[in-house]
């Protein structure tokens, strides 16, 4: 019993001295702990708003109306698995490649256009998927403000002139915020005699593909990794909007049998035929001009040699 005792007292004593210092310490590291987590989650979750509506906006709504071009991302935390949705956001090719069904399924139920691999570092990944998880996308899962102005509900959207389109996307007529002219990376069958560039996908059926709804929402901000990077602080003015969304359109119909004609005139001779007549032109050009130059070289040398040697 007197063992008994004095191991109370000394339990008491240590209580007095350090086991409530230690508790406060324990409980205030806890608080501290519970508070930092808390702040890192509200920043992650901010963090994934912003690349949500730098990246993702322009083709997913998150209102439940499905009112853009792509899947609606309302209850996507529910309906898809949190490591599918990491992989699906950082790498989508990879996923599709893999056979995965629900990635083959929504690739066949959006026209055959696969999601584009947005170049995301797996913080930024994991940003987004947490901005999902939180359900914030009924307040402020948007487009930013350069594309509010165009936004798929626009009562009155403005009116595309498919000439100034065309224009535009040739570069005959550049952008008013200094943008590279759309040539530059991609083609539509309908101009140029060679077309454009191929850096890019061919655009002469991009409606098909996208749908008008679609491009209404990718033209405003662009959300493609190469396209971001050039056009981030030149972006798009609603008038251009308009105008080559009207030159797709009118690109498409003269591209495509049994329609009517357009207000943008069509190439039917093969890029190879073009080549060939362009490349005789040249040539004939080439052989002209230097008769024309060098006309009076070797025209009868000899004869006037000897005619002086004779006089």
């Not at 007197?2 to 350090?18: D, G, I, N, V, Y």
């Not at 850096?199 to 749908?211: A, K, M, S």
């Not at 073009?274 to 050009?285: A, D, Q, R, S, V």
Request: aromatic content about 8%; some cysteine; overall charge negative.
């Amino acid at each position: 019993m007197e063992f008994m005792s004095r191991l109370t007292q000394q339990w008491q004593r240590w209580w007095c001295c350090w086991g409530r210092s230690l508790l406060v310490m324990l409980l205030t590291s806890g608080i501290l702990w519970f508070g930092s987590m808390a702040t890192a989650t509200a920043v992650t979750v901010e963090e994934g708003k912003t690349l949500f509506e730098q990246s993702c906006a322009s083709c997913h709504s998150m209102d439940g109306s499905g009112a853009s071009y792509g899947p609606d991302l309302q209850t996507v935390t529910q309906r898809r698995d949190r490591d599918w949705l990491v992989r699906w956001i950082a790498a989508p090719e990879k996923v599709i490649a893999s056979g995965d069904a629900i990635a083959t399924e929504l690739v066949q139920q959006y026209n055959g256009v696969p999601m584009p691999n947005m170049g995301l570092q797996p913080d930024q990944v994991e940003s987004i998927v947490v901005y999902l998880e939180n359900g914030l996308g009924n307040a402020i899962a948007t487009p930013p403000e350069t594309a509010t102005a165009t936004s798929l509900e626009t009562d009155s959207p403005i009116a595309g002139d498919a000439i100034i389109g065309q224009k535009l996307f040739t570069g005959t007529i550049p952008f008013q915020n200094g943008g590279p002219a759309c040539m530059s990376c991609h083609t539509v069958n309908v101009v140029g005699a060679l077309r454009g560039g191929t850096l890019g996908p061919n655009l002469t059926h991009v409606i098909d593909r996208y749908t008008e709804v679609g491009l209404q929402g990718v033209l405003p901000t662009l959300p493609f990794p190469t396209m971001q990077s050039i056009y981030q602080n030149s972006q798009l003015t609603e008038a251009e909007q308009a105008d080559l969304l009207a030159f797709f359109k009118a690109a498409n119909q003269s591209e495509t049998p049994n329609t009517s004609s357009t207000e943008v005139a069509s190439f039917q001779l093969s890029s190879t035929w073009k080549f060939i007549l362009l490349g005789l032109g040249g040539f004939l050009l080439l052989v002209l001009l230097s008769q024309i130059t060098w006309r009076d070289r070797l025209t009868g040398v000899r004869q006037r040699l000897v005619e002086g040697e004779k006089s």
